[in-house]
Every structure is written in C-alpha cells, then in structure tokens.
C-alpha cells in the first residue's frame, strides 16, 4: 500500500520543523527548503541546491510541493488581476490582487463558498462545500507573488493580504491561522503583523480565541447599526448580536495595544444609508478604538439590492468624520471583471439548497416578469 505524499505547503514553520525531525532531519534544514518555496518560488526539491541530495531524494519520496491550479486568469482596466484556482475536481476559488501606489493587496478565500447568508453577496447564492486546506489558502498566496515576481524582503509587490475572499475564515480557524502564520513568517512572505487582515461576520466565540493564538488586524462586517436590520442582512446576527459583537472586539483590542478594529459596513440604497443609520453607527464605534470602511455595493446578477449615490455615501460618512470616526470610501476596484468586493465566485459543488434556491428565485422573478 503506498501511502500519500504530504503537502509542505500545509506546513507553516513550526509544522515543517516537526515533520523534518520525524524524518530525522535537523530543524535549520526545514528552514531552508521554506526559503526555497516561499523567496523562489521553487516546487522541484531536485532545484534545491544547497540541500543535500539525500534529504532531497528523501523529501522527493514522502512529500510535494503542490500549489492550486490556475484555471483561468483575468486583468480588469484598472490593473485588478483575479484568479480562478482549481480545488479539487469539481470546486475552484476566486482570488484577487488589487494593485495601488504604495501597495499590493491580495484578497483570499478560505472556504469553497461560504456557510454563512449574508444577503448582499455574491458568494452566498453558490451556497458551501468544505473548507480549503492550509496549503489550498497559502497556496492563492503563493501563486499570486510567483505572477508578480514577489520577492521577501526585496522587490515586495505584495505588501498586504486580506482574509476577505470566499467564506467566512474563523469557521476554518485552525487552516487559516497557519496559513497566516507563514503569511508572516520571515521565510515565508515576511508580511507585518498589522499586514494581514482577518474578515469575520462576526463568530465572537472564534473572534476571542483568535485573540489568543494570530496577531493580526481584525476587520469586522458590519452592514447595520441596530439588531434588526443586522439580522436581516448578516443573519449570523442572530446568534451573535451587536453587543455582544463589540463586546469581543473590545476584548480583541484590549490584548492588542494601539490596535484599531476596522468595521465594514456596505451601502445598501435605502436599506442601511440614511443619516439615523449614520447616528445609530456613531453610537456604536464610540465603545471600541475603530475606524470605517464604507464599501459602496457591487450589484450582481439576480440580487434585490442597489449600490447607494455617490452623494448619499458621502453624506453619510460627513456624520460620522463630524462625530471624529474614521471613515473611508472604499474605492471600487476590479468590478469590470466581477472582482470587486462582494462579488466573488467560484465553482461550488453546494451542499446547501442555497443555490439552487436561489436559481429558482431568478427563474421565478424572470416568469413573473414575462
């Protein structure tokens, strides 16, 4: 019976040590062919050489280096790349390098679709498979700095990555945390801490243990500045309400000095965008060191929603610099290419009704209309 191959890229520095001493290997050696994966961007043990060549032979044997497949790749007008990567047969993720300035930003999935309902997303109506591995979401990493000729700590062209791509990463803790543990790691991408971004709707329990174990900016969406309109948008709302949500982000800043949680909130045209919803967020943003990001909604086929007016978006970040919250308007990006926040998808093999529930509303809504 031939037993499987590991895949390093599952490994972040600690694990990849563990598996070396298991192999009998000393840990600086471990060290080394992190370097050649993550600064070379190297997946042939044979073109490591300064590993000798009987760990070679030996690693050849008991593992690989195996990142996702490219499906296919696309480039929007304003310089947003997106990928679509193979997961297994039947299911492929979206990742998306946003190009600025003064920075490169990639934002990456952590799960095959998404558990959770928000009703404004994209990724929701396809539903959920499974969870990637730590290798499938390190992996988006790795193939976006191989395009772009990233380097650690030299030609950085990929300077921030943001866990806000398909799925709600704290429901896939454990992979997502080593993942970004090698996000961070010198001989992984060399990301700071403040760097790398975590999304979460809002899992408090998840929220405190990830206080405990990752470094890292957390970044809340938000949407709705009182419980019932929350619940209708985020329904993960109901479990976890917004007390109880900024009770945990105070938690998580407290552990964390001079940290600021930044609040997601998307602009949803006479749904959330009035000025009592602008006061009603003032309120709340004074219980915990914040800032906001106003995310003007990218529309998708089939949903009910539209994106607010400029000036009303405008308006409603004025009442909250006023009340001195930050408050920025998210730019959109990559849109033309369906790549913009909100809009991500895949392949999903759904194991929910969601999305064929979703189709047989648009089938309907077309019925109806005819």
Not at 240 to 263: M, N, Q, S, V, W
Request: charged share 25%; net charge positive; hydrophobic share 40%.
């Amino acid at each position: 019976m031939t037993t499987a191959k590991v895949n390093l890229l599952d490994y972040d520095r600690k694990g990849l040590r563990d598996l070396f001493a298991q192999l009998g290997e000393k840990p600086y050696r471990a060290d080394q062919v992190m370097k050649w994966i993550y600064h070379r961007h190297v997946t042939d043990f044979a073109q490591m050489t300064d590993v000798g060549k009987a760990l070679r032979e030996k690693l050849a044997a008991a593992s690989e280096i195996v990142p996702p497949k490219t499906l296919f790749e696309k480039q929007a007008a304003d310089g947003t790349y997106k990928w679509l990567l193979g997961m297994d047969g039947s299911n492929a993720i979206e990742s998306v390098f946003i190009p600025e300035t003064s920075r490169g930003t990639l934002c990456v999935s952590s799960q095959v679709g998404c558990g959770l309902n928000c009703q404004f997303c994209s990724t929701a109506t396809q539903g959920f498979n499974r969870n990637l591995s730590a290798a499938e979401i390190i992996g988006q990493v790795w193939v976006a700095a191989k395009h772009l000729g990233n380097v650690p700590h030299h030609q950085r062209k990929l300077t921030n990555v943001v866990m806000m791509g398909m799925g709600e990463p704290l429901l896939n803790f454990d992979n997502v945390v080593a993942a970004m543990s090698v996000m961070r790691d010198d001989l992984g991408f060399g990301l700071a801490n403040k760097r790398v971004t975590l999304s979460t709707a809002g899992l408090v329990p998840m929220i405190d243990k990830l206080s405990e174990s990752s470094d890292v900016s957390l970044a809340v969406s938000l949407h709705a500045p009182n419980d019932e309109l929350r619940t209708e948008l985020v329904p993960l709302n109901k479990k976890y309400p917004i007390k109880e949500l900024l009770d945990a982000c105070g938690r998580y800043a407290a552990r964390r000095p001079r940290t600021t949680i930044t609040f997601e909130y998307t602009m949803l045209k006479g749904v959330n965008d009035q000025p009592e919803h602008a006061r009603q967020l003032v309120k709340l943003m004074r219980k915990v060191p914040s800032k906001v990001n106003l995310i003007p909604f990218n529309p998708f086929h089939g949903t009910r929603f539209e994106r607010s007016e400029e000036s009303v978006i405008r308006a409603f970040q004025k009442i909250l610099l006023d009340a001195n919250v930050l408050t920025m308007v998210r730019r959109t990006r990559g849109d033309d290419i369906d790549a913009a926040c909100g809009q991500l998808k895949g392949q999903v093999t759904d194991r929910t009704r969601r999305q064929a529930e979703f189709r047989r509303k648009l089938e309907q809504g077309v019925a109806d209309a005819a």
